[in-house]
């Protein structure tokens, strides 16, 4: 069966349900005509047994008369090989029979069926056969009565053994003619209407295997264009079923292709931006650096503090882009995972401005907070959240001329704590918004406009926390962020 296709399989046991069916159906026809015919011969020969007992005196007052019974057995018997005759006492013992000696296997009849036959039992009633101890024939009986009282019965076997032995063998040759007969019509029919049907019906899985073979060997090109194809209206059955979530399998796979590719493109480039990053402040470093070495004896004191002083810039660029190289891999990898607490977000955003205080004043610009009062407390890490405001307060503060405001704003709404950081600097163009959260691409000018890592770490620790991060239309200049926080 392993070898077979399905088809084949659904027609092999289609046949063999067949034979089945034809074979009960063929035991059960020679059953059904063999008992209407016993029925038949019983109903007919039902006075049989009344005839012999009122035409012939076979008991009396003084017992039976033997020589009449076996007179009379002779001529039944002679008349209609067929029948057996035997008379019975009111016990069912056997009394009288023409029986060739040694051909009785039984003594006695058992009287329940001939209590049932006289009472109009429904035909064919079987009785027990003296010649036989296996098998019951139909017969026909009436009682023998004296001063009406029963004292006896004619006992008559309508098919008896010379009857059985001449017609077992052409019944059964005969069932079986005709049960081959019939099988084998019933099956040649049956197996052609069931070839046409399931080949019908297994088309649809056909052409659905012919599908997959051909994505399998003409690869994911050939997945995209199946999964672009139209969609026919789906039927109900299962193998429509099948068939539609092949197709939206094959829609998810191209989905999830496509990603992946882009995500290879985007990781692509952005090592080769990394790589310039990097390399333009190791370049500058070095170069610094090695006027130092070689022509330190020549410098003034104050080239030498200043190439020292550009050289710790380079330095600590270097260390800040490694750093949140280091930070965006293990979120983006699910190497941190939040340890989220209740605490005060407005305190929080004094501490941040502490640290930006110096920043700000060598600038001539001005922290300010809109904290609505009543604030609730949040839950999130902290160390996260603080990470969030840091980078945006840094990016603001950096990209806001001297003697410009940043301003963070704080109020709560459905369940969270709204935050929005803005600033009065230039903005972000309009070209550049779609490209603000993802990491930048060298094969683009957007790399020098764009948020850099620090946006990307703000994005990906906000979606730790089931939130997110927008870019805010204003009318006035500037840069507007917002996020929220959940309520503790």
């Keep these: ?52 007992a009122t035409s012939n005196p076979l008991l009396s007052t003084k017992g039976w008369n033997n020589e009449s019974v076996h007179t009379l057995f002779g001529q039944l018997m002679a008349v209609n090989p067929s029948v057996e005759v035997y008379l019975l006492d009111k016990q069912g013992n056997i009394v009288g029979n023409a ?100 080949r019908w019906v297994t088309r649809p899985i056909r052409h659905l295997t012919q599908q997959v073979v051909a994505l399998d060997s003409k690869g994911i090109a050939a997945l995209q264009a199946y999964a672009d194809t139209p969609v026919n209206s789906p039927g109900r059955d299962e193998v429509s079923q099948l068939q539609q979530a092949f197709r939206r399998m094959a829609l998810r796979i191209a989905e999830q292709w496509q990603t992946l590719s882009q995500q290879d493109q985007q990781r692509r480039e952005f090592i080769a931006n990394i790589s310039h990053d990097l390399r333009t402040p190791l370049t500058s470093l070095h170069g610094y650096l090695e ?23 380079q330095s600590r660029k270097v260390g800040r882009l490694a750093q949140e190289l280091f930070e965006l891999a293990r979120l983006e990898y699910g190497v941190v995972k939040p340890q989220k607490e209740a605490f005060s977000l407005s305190e929080l955003v004094q501490d941040v401005f502490q640290k930006f205080e110096l920043a700000a004043g060598a600038r001539q610009q001005r922290l300010s907070a809109d904290i609505q009062s009543g604030l609730p407390l949040v839950n999130a890490d902290l160390s996260m959240i603080e990470r969030v405001l840091t980078n945006l307060l840094d990016n603001a503060i950096r990209h806001t001329p001297q003697g410009g405001e940043i301003e963070v704003r704080l109020w709560p709404q459905d369940n969270k704590v709204m935050v929005q950081v803005n600033d009065t600097g230039p903005g972000i163009p309009q070209e550049l918004r779609s490209c603000l959260f993802i990491r930048p691409s060298i094969l683009s000018n957007a790399r020098r406009h764009a948020g850099g890592l620090g946006l990307m770490i703000v994005k990906r620790i906000l979606q730790l926390h089931d939130s997110d991060i927008t870019l805010v239309d204003q009318p006035q200049t500037g840069a507007c962020f917002r996020f929220s926080v959940p309520v503790y």
């Excluded at 074979?23 to 109903?43: E, K, M």
């Design 1 to 52: 069966m392993k070898n077979l296709t399905l088809t084949q399989r659904l027609t092999s046991v289609f046949a063999l349900l067949l034979l089945i069916c034809c074979t009960i159906s063929g035991v059960l026809q020679v059953r059904s005509s063999t008992q209407y015919s016993q029925a038949v011969i019983q109903q007919l020969s039902a006075n049989l047994a009344q005839h012999i």
């Design 99 to 198: 029986a060739p000696p040694g051909r009785l296997k039984r003594q006695k009849v058992d009287l329940l069926p001939i209590q049932a036959l006289l009472a109009g039992a429904k035909m064919p009633v079987y009785g027990e056969d003296p010649r036989d101890k296996d098998t019951g024939k139909v017969f026909s009986v009436a009682p023998l009565k004296v001063n009406g009282d029963i004292e006896g019965y004619v006992y008559v076997v309508l098919l008896g053994e010379n009857y059985a032995a001449l017609a077992n063998s052409a019944q059964v040759n005969s069932a079986i003619y005709s049960a081959l007969w019939s099988m084998g019509l019933v099956v040649l029919f049956g197996l052609l209407a069931g070839s046409f049907a399931f």
């Design 291 to 313: 006027t130092l070495s070689v022509k330190s004896s020549s410098l003034t004191e104050t080239d030498r503090q200043r190439y020292l002083e550009i050289a710790l810039a």
